[in-house]
């Protein structure tokens, strides 16, 4: 009877945690069971995705279907597949992410360590810009672009993003820099330094964090961007996204699932990569202060 009482108590929570353990297990594996079929149909020929099951593993896995969806998939009427689309995606979300980045750390540092007289009501209007829908900005910025020469192409995508994207990377560096010592910049200004010296040679290099979560966080957005891709670039200025969206949507010939299989884990690849590569400093970025102030 005493050694049952003994037990008794250790054993609930192992059960507990067993069943927590399990219960993560089944949720992953229903999560990553589109990325699974996605995986193993891009590496079967298209007779056999046919004739076989849609979780059965291929027979002869070949890449075939990458290799078409790189440089021979139909995006409209032209059949060159989707490389230049990705570089297109390369060269718009690059350049929005450092602006982006650079601007918000700036407006950050500015909000909290140099503040002035209505600096509340500039992050107060600030923060309202990280609410309003894309839809509501789709007409006003197509004329701005077309006013600037910068409608359909990917230095206007790279405006549009840094615009929208400008709100949240200030929120987030402003937060991160409301709990950051203001002795070490008051110190600073003591010696002679001044407003972009200490952004540069202090706060810049202690913001590693919330840098890395500011970057995941613009570019996933920027990548993964349909709406304005498709409202302000055309022709060979879209990027990745939108091809995607002509290839799994194109109305003629033969619907190859394969290719657009390989098209969409090609599309998802960069973003995929950044989780996996940055994933850890993600979430020490947010404890360290991303959703603080």
Excluded at 201 to 223: A, D, E, G, K, Y
Excluded at 246 to 263: L, Q
Aim: proline residues 4%; charged residues 10%; glycine residues 8%.
């Amino acid at each position: 009877m005493a050694d049952t009482l003994t037990r008794g108590p250790s054993i609930a929570p192992t059960l507990a945690r067993a069943g927590l353990y399990g219960a993560l297990v089944f949720l992953a594996l229903v999560y990553a069971t589109p990325l699974f079929v996605m995986v193993i149909t891009s590496l079967k020929s298209l007779d056999e995705f046919r004739n076989g099951n849609l979780l059965s593993l291929p027979l002869s896995p070949n890449f075939d279907a990458w290799i078409k969806a790189w440089s021979g998939a139909c995006v409209g009427v032209a059949c060159e597949g989707v490389n230049r689309f990705f570089v297109n995606s390369v060269m718009m979300a690059v350049p929005s992410v450092a602006i982006s980045c650079l601007l918000g750390a700036l407006n950050g540092y500015a909000l909290t360590k140099w503040k002035f007289r209505g600096a509340d009501l500039v992050f107060a209007l600030i923060l309202f810009g990280c609410f309003i829908p894309f839809q509501i900005v789709l007409v006003p910025m197509a004329n701005v672009l077309g006013m600037l020469g910068l409608a359909s192409s990917t230095a206007g995508l790279v405006l549009v993003h840094v615009v929208y994207g400008v709100c949240f990377t200030t929120l987030f560096f402003r937060n991160y820099y409301a709990a950051f010592p203001s002795e070490l910049v008051k110190a600073a200004t003591i010696d002679g330094a001044g407003f972009l010296r200490i952004f540069w040679r202090i706060m810049l290099p202690n913001s590693l964090p919330i840098l890395v979560v500011t970057v995941i966080w613009q570019f996933t957005n920027i990548w993964n961007d349909f709406l304005f891709g498709a409202s302000f670039a055309s022709g060979t200025a879209q990027p990745m996204t939108v091809a995607l969206n002509n290839i799994v949507n194109t109305s003629t010939g033969v619907k190859e699932y394969n290719v657009d299989m390989a098209a969409a884990i090609i599309a998802a690849l960069p973003t995929l990569l950044v989780y996996v590569l940055a994933g850890r400093y993600f979430v020490r970025g947010l404890m360290a202060g991303a959703v603080k102030g």
